[in-house]
Nanobody, 124 residues
Framework: QVQLVESGGGLVQAGGSLRLSCVAS????????MGWFRQAPGKERECVAA????????YYSDSVKGRFTISRDNAKNTWYLQMNSLKPEDTAVYYC?????????????????WGQGTQVTVSS
């Protein structure tokens, strides 16, 4: 089993920045890919960014491309989501996720472990 703990959410004004962190514990050697998802009220959960453990593949949704950056520090079993130029529409609960499957995907069913979520609120 793998446990994931997110941190770094909060309230920020439009145009501001936040960095989310996700620390993995347990059998983290099973992890092939890590992702960040978000879910706003009344909307489906969507993947905003993902990266393989090796870092050789990344994914960004069109809505965040150029503003968000996913990165990882394998030595610390931690991955990050740097969010710049935040917009009110970025307001959501953000979840980190980790997947064992050797298929890199942005689909949530491709991820086996999930964090508890952290609220990001962007005020206008």
């Amino acid at each position: 089993q793998v446990q994931l703990v997110e941190s770094g959410g909060g309230l920020v004004q439009a145009g501001g920045s936040l960095r989310l962190s996700c620390v993995a514990s347990g059998r983290s050697s099973h992890i092939y890919a890590m992702g960040w998802f978000r879910q706003a009220p009344g909307k489906e959960r969507e993947c905003v960014a993902a990266i393989t453990w090796s870092g050789d593949s990344t994914y960004y949704s069109d809505s965040v491309k150029g503003r968000f950056t996913i990165s990882r520090d394998n030595a610390k079993n931690t991955w990050y989501l740097q969010m710049n130029s935040l917009k009110p529409e970025d307001t959501a609960v953000y979840y980190c996720a980790a997947g064992k499957s050797l298929v890199f995907t942005s689909l949530d069913y491709g991820y086996d472990y999930w964090g508890q979520g952290t609220q990001v609120t962007v005020s206008s």
